[in-house]
């Protein structure tokens, strides 16, 4: 067989090799790329690493469920390289996190050369798979324990992913309601311009038992590929060359198709840019019965580039939209390239190669806000936190890095929960025990869990005039139980607030509070902090017993929350 799929279960037998304890919901899949699975040029059909991509995540997330699953959407893919053929195509998915009747499965896909024994990442992936029972109904399905590291950074980041998934249109739609009804066009020559519609492909597919599940529901895989290929033709009318795949937009499963449906699958070149062009596709569905109206499947839109021999991508021919519909496609496709740009740029990235101040706007104020929650839960996940003091109460532990000193202090407060993280989300009442702050003065109400303040705190020794930040601060209540609460901060900057000559311009990267419940009326308060080069020897002092400033000012945390746990005003609404 040309794949083979690893179930990943100790004791398999005596040709498994010893390995430490896996994921019980870890799947591997191995394929060698053959002939059959290739294009003109010898590459690896997108659509049929889509269907592997899939299979393998459906069978991660029934490994859970312990019952069938069907997939609800692909987040963004970005594909790094190209996979030849004779090469093997290795996949592994894993369930992330489990929510009521959906669950996050994470997919990370990889080539091998068998000659040279190279290995490279392709891609990397987030699935929602959702549980169904007898008739289609839900399931409610167990929580999940994550064991390591990775596991929990990635278990405590699905909350955050999810919550991105759920405003992903309105933050299209914001956008375009921002911008100018008129989108610009580029200035280059536009004489040659190919009209929208003659890049329009319309194809039908018949679903039949291969293409579905024991359910007889149509494998999401199967349809994603279907909806590439059309793609693919619709790109290779405006270009009249072969292109190649680089992102997906998200995929979302409006409902299903089952066996015996007709899939009709429509796609349409929507803007070109310089160098890369989107075309938007929709798969819709009907039975025998043509008087029947069509059910909307799936939508998606896919980014293409044409690639010289060198490997670099070739400049496109513009687009000329039809009138209305064509306009509207048009200008949500530059929309959606600023968003996507926004979205790899901010989210994408490492954390530590995301700048420190990243400039706030409309587009990127998910990415942003997802960025500064999962940073500092991707800093709480970290599992070698050394205690470094220990005073009274307080602990404070320490963090080193490669290229970052991190703190942590904590100590547990008589005061519920919920109370401390209204009291600490507020950052215009921190003076009252942080005798760094001077003032913070709110400058913009995001939404309910999102502010950007601006902050002024006291001089740093060896400095002649006071500090003053640009903050975003990103609340966050549990997800479910077990989790914390979050208030996370991070810099950003505004062109309504630059740096002014009475202030040093300072910045933070990560940093804010996590407060678990402990019981009804007790909480563990704990604020991390990764310390940068103008904060590192206030730290280091503290770290080495040679200052209690740290310590002092966590303590007066404790005074101030204790003094107000009984305000019967949760003052919620002046976050």
């Known amino acids: 067989a040309a794949g083979t799929l690893s179930l990943a279960r100790s004791g398999w037998g005596a040709m498994a090799s010893p390995s430490p304890a896996r994921n019980p919901t870890e799947v591997q899949m191995s394929q060698l790329v053959l002939p059959c699975h290739t294009n003109h040029r010898g590459e690896l059909s997108t659509g049929q690493l889509l269907k592997w991509m899939d299979t393998a995540a459906c069978l991660s997330a029934e490994r859970h469920a312990g019952c069938p699953c069907v997939t609800a959407s692909m987040d963004d893919i970005y594909f790094e390289h190209t996979i030849s053929v004779g090469q093997v195509v290795n996949i592994k998915a894993k369930v992330n996190r489990a929510f009521n009747s959906s669950m996050e499965v994470g997919i990370q896909v990889s080539y091998e050369d068998l000659c040279s024994g190279k290995h490279c990442s392709i891609c990397k992936a987030y699935a929602t798979f959702v549980a169904q029972g007898p008739m289609g109904s839900k399931v409610r399905l167990e929580p999940l324990t994550p064991q390591t590291e990775e596991e929990k950074i990635e278990y405590s980041i699905a909350a955050e992913r999810r919550r991105m998934r759920l405003v992903h249109k309105d933050t299209l739609k914001d956008l375009l309601t921002s911008s100018s009804q008129e989108t610009e066009r580029e200035t280059r020559d536009g004489s040659g311009a190919v009209p929208a519609e003659r890049t329009r492909v319309e194809s039908v597919e018949l679903v039949l038992p291969p293409h579905a599940n024991h359910q007889g529901n149509t494998f999401g895989g199967q349809i994603m590929a279907w909806m590439e290929n059309v793609a693919t033709i619709a790109a290779s009318r405006l270009c009249h060359a072969h292109p190649t795949l680089r992102a997906i937009e998200m995929f979302h499963f409006r409902g299903p198709s089952q066996v015996g449906d007709r899939l009709v699958l429509k796609a349409i070149v929507n803007n070109a840019f310089k160098n890369s062009m989107e075309v938007g596709v929709c798969a819709e569905a009907y039975g025998q019965e043509m008087s029947i109206s069509r059910r909307h ?81 991707m800093l709480v996940a970290k599992a070698n936190w050394a205690l470094a003091r220990e005073k009274e109460k307080v602990r404070m532990y320490t963090l080193e890095e490669d290229k970052f000193l991190s703190f942590r ?167």
């Open 297 to 377: 499947i799936n939508s998606a839109f896919m980014t293409f580039v044409v690639l010289d021999q060198e490997g670099h991508p070739r400049t496109l021919p513009m687009v000329a939209p039809e009138p209305g519909d064509g306009e509207r496609r048009y200008r949500e496709a530059s929309a959606r390239k600023k968003i996507r740009l926004d979205r790899k740029y901010v989210v994408s990235c490492k954390q530590t190669e995301v700048p420190l101040s990243v400039p706030w706007d409309q587009s990127n104020k998910v990415y942003l806000s997802y960025n500064n929650v999962s940073a500092l839960k």
């Open 409 to 575: 202090i904590e100590m547990s407060v008589c005061i519920p929960a919920s109370r401390a993280f209204s009291l600490l989300s507020n950052l215009r009442r921190r003076h009252e025990w942080d005798s760094h702050y001077v003032s913070a003065e709110l400058v913009q109400k995001v939404d309910d869990d999102d502010m950007i303040y601006h902050v002024v705190s006291q001089k740093l020794r060896n400095e002649n005039k006071p500090q003053d930040f640009v903050i975003l601060a990103s609340r966050r209540k549990p997800c479910s139980k077990g989790d914390p609460y979050v208030v996370a901060f991070r810099s950003v900057t505004l062109p309504t607030h630059p740096a002014r000559a009475e202030f040093t311009r300072g910045e933070t990267l990560c940093s804010g509070f996590c407060i678990w419940p402990e019981s009804e009326e007790m909480s563990k308060v704990a604020y991390y902090n990764q310390a940068m080069p103008g904060y590192l020897n206030y730290v280091t002092t503290n770290v080495a017993g040679l200052s209690s400033d740290i310590c002092s000012t966590f303590e007066a945390c404790e005074k101030f929350l204790l003094k107000n746990k009984e305000d019967l005003i949760s003052r919620l609404q002046d976050f």
